[in-house]
Each structure stands twice: as structure tokens, then as C-alpha cells.
């Protein structure tokens, strides 16, 4: 079943946290025919909720010290919800010589981040009754 302009609306304010630009956006977006799940996955899968939220951990204010081993740890428990596999993989990416911000890039670019990203996208529920400040 095609979306209403209802859930356009809501897919604004509860994934992009924001009001949808005009009313005739919100229009064109419910007439596309997408299903519900097709166009949640379009707003995820945005280069706006990419910048807002994903792009937000290549930004942060990271010093660019080499990589330590708890850096390894975190990177891999936060961003890809799993630890390494075994002590070999932590030395090897201590081996690196790589920078922290750098290194963080690089996880979040990768091909397994992105894999995972997909599928954590796809288990998201979105509430309709979200609530956004202006």
C-alpha cells in the first residue's frame, strides 16, 4: 500500500528530525507509490541522515594520535557491534600506524559498516507520533 502524506510527513520529523521543506514535497513524495518500508529506507539511506547522524562520527573533534588498542575495541564494538575476531586483528590494525580520526574513517567507509548499517536500517520501527523542536 503506497504511503499517505501522513507518513511522508512523519519520515521527516522522526528520521530527519525536521518539518519536510513545502507541502507540495510532501505531495510528490506520496505520489511516487512507494510502500511505507521503501520510503523509510529511502530517508535512511539519505545523504541528509547520513550527514546528520552517520557523518557526525567522522567529525567529531578526534585528535589524530595514533591508535591504541582500546581504540580498536571501541571501534569495532561501537560501529560494528562485534569485537575483534582474535588478538592478530587488534595488533594488525595497531600496525597500522594510523591516526584516530583516520581510523575511525575508515571503519565507518568500510564495507562492513556499510553491510551492517543496511541491515540495522532495515530492523529500525519508526513511531509516527514523533516530536521535534524548531
Do not use: W
Not at 500500500?1 to 512523519?10: A, G, R
Not at 556499510?114 to 507520533?129: A, H, L, S
Request: hydrophobic letters at 35%.
Amino acid at each position: 500500500m503506497s504511503v499517505t502524506m501522513d507518513d511522508v510527513s512523519s519520515m521527516y520529523r522522526c528520521i530527519l528530525g525536521r518539518r519536510p521543506e513545502s507541502v507540495d514535497i510532501v505531495k510528490k513524495k506520496a505520489k511516487e507509490g512507494k510502500d511505507f518500508l521503501d520510503l523509510r529506507k529511502e530517508f535512511l539511506l539519505s545523504r541528509e541522515f547520513e550527514k546528520k547522524y552517520i557523518g557526525g562520527i567522522l567529525y567529531m573533534n578526534f585528535s589524530n594520535e595514533r591508535i591504541e588498542r582500546i581504540d580498536v575495541i571501541e571501534a569495532f564494538a561501537y560501529l560494528l557491534g562485534r569485537y575483534p575476531d582474535h588478538e592478530q586483528v587488534i595488533q594488525n590494525h595497531l600496525r597500522s600506524r594510523v591516526g584516530r580520526r583516520d581510523y575511525y574513517r575508515q571503519i565507518v567507509y568500510g564495507a562492513e559498516f556499510r553491510r551492517k548499517r543496511r541491515y540495522m536500517i532495515d530492523g529500525i520501527d519508526v513511531v509516527k507520533d514523533c516530536y521535534f523542536s524548531d
